[in-house]
């Protein structure tokens, strides 16, 4: 079964930048929808952006449109999350997964914002 690693996490101040990467062992390329989550402390897990397969249909929570992009490749079995304009509400542990989160879960990579 594909297993998913994600990092690029850290600690940014608020309007900074990071680039989330997340790693599948093996082949995205028959997953038709990827997906980011985050999970801050004591709220539940969120869809934040999706991504279609050959990554030209994506979409975006309302709170991350704008300053988040979402992209994929399918030759790295990698999809990524560029993440701009950081705020402190973005402060979370980060996964992705499929659009249905049929795969195991990853560890995640934390992301801090201070303010």
């Known amino acids: 079964q594909v297993q998913l690693v994600e990092s690029g996490g850290g600690l940014v101040q608020a309007g900074g930048s990071l680039r989330l990467s997340c790693a599948a062992s093996?082949?995205?390329?028959?997953?038709?929808?990827m997906g980011w989550y985050r999970q801050a402390p004591g709220k539940q897990r969120e869809l934040v952006a999706s991504?279609?397969?050959?990554?030209?249909?994506?979409g975006y929570a309302n709170s991350v449109k704008g300053r988040f992009t979402i992209s994929r490749d399918n030759a790295k079995n990698t999809v990524y999350l560029q993440m701009n304009s950081l705020k402190y509400e973005d402060t979370a542990v980060y996964y992705c997964?499929?659009?249905?989160?049929?795969?195991?879960w990853g560890q995640g990579t934390q992301v801090t914002v201070s303010s």
């Open positions: 991504i279609g397969r050959g990554g030209g249909s994506t």
């Open positions: 093996g082949s995205i390329f028959g997953i038709n929808v």
């Open positions: 997964n499929t659009f249905v989160a049929t795969l195991p």
